[in-house]
């Protein structure tokens, strides 16, 4: 794909709109690893772009699920598939967890031509509440500048979908638009329970106090998330790190809240 850029750039209208610029990077396997080792992470929940085409998110999910096998521990999977697709999403996201992938996504609602009310989400997220596995999607702030993929799923759609579906287990990225401020309302966290929320891109989009001030609201629920190659795992980090945690809120948001959202378990180099 990345040798092939172009081709895809004309096949994924959303790949288009985020890769359209020379200066989007794309990142292999091995890209990943060294940065990782660049960053001293032991570990990176990883999957390829949710595109609306099946037949992509099949290619993107073999080869996650081949790069997970060869550095075993050192990546951890998911399977982006098109909820769109009805029974072929739910067999695709099955054939991956039997291979090793812990959590479906991330979705991509928009880009892959769904709203997160539709039907056809049901039964994906009856596959992971009974596989006990997370669901990641994608949702966007609502308010702020525009830049290319910026979507209109925002806090509402999230907490909506999270509402419908209690026994699923959710990640939201990109701090969920905003949702975890609303965790501060009783009800609200009543409804969120099963909800986290991944850094991804914060570094464009937020003051670095979010992530001192999210932990405060929500200490269990914000997992540490890049959103790498778009920005680089070890300037991501050394933010965090200066960001005045505590050492157990530290700890927390780079490693304990996602062993939770996984399920609870550690296998091969998980901390």
């Known amino acids: 794909m990345i040798d092939a850029r172009d081709e895809y750039l004309a096949r994924d209208r959303w790949f288009g709109l985020l890769h359209a610029s020379p ?38 999910n073999d080869y996650v699920l081949e790069a997970a096998a060869k550095w075993p521990g050192r990546m951890l999977p998911f ?23 812990r959590g479906v996504g991330e979705l991509m609602p928009e880009g892959q031509g769904y709203a997160l009310d539709d039907a056809c989400m049901a039964d994906l997220m009856e ?58 309302m009783p009800s609200a966290r009543q409804e969120l329970a099963n909800v986290y929320y991944d850094t991804a891109a ?14 405060r609201w929500a200490p269990d629920k914000v997992l540490f998330g890049t959103d790498y190659p ?17 050492p157990e809120q530290l700890e927390r948001v780079l490693a304990g809240n996602l062993l939770r959202a996984l399920g609870g378990t550690a296998t091969g180099g998980d901390r």
Not at 42 to 58: I, K, P, Q, T
Not at 86 to 98: H, S
Not at 158 to 177: D, K, V
Request: aromatic share 10%.
């Open 79 to 101: 399977a982006v598939v098109n909820p769109f697709d009805g029974p072929q999403a739910v067999r695709e996201a099955q054939r991956c967890l039997e291979a090793g992938a």
């Open 202 to 215: 914060s570094l464009f989009l937020y003051d670095d106090r979010i992530f001192l001030e999210a932990s």
């Open 127 to 184: 596959l992971a509440a009974t596989g006990d596995v997370p669901v990641m999607v994608h949702v966007n702030e609502l308010v702020g500048h525009s830049y290319p993929g910026k979507g209109s799923i925002g806090p509402q759609d999230a907490y909506a979908l999270a509402c419908r579906y209690p026994n699923t287990r959710f990640i939201f990225s990109h701090w969920g638009g905003g949702l975890p401020f609303y965790e501060l």
């Open 230 to 246: 778009l920005i680089g795992q070890r300037r991501f980090l050394r933010r965090v790190q200066r960001a005045g945690l505590a």
């Open 23 to 60: 200066r989007a990077r794309l990142a292999s396997a091995d890209d990943l690893i060294s940065s990782m080792d660049a960053a001293e992470i032991d570990a990176s929940v990883a999957f390829g772009f949710a595109f609306a085409d099946s037949h992509l998110c099949r290619l993107s």
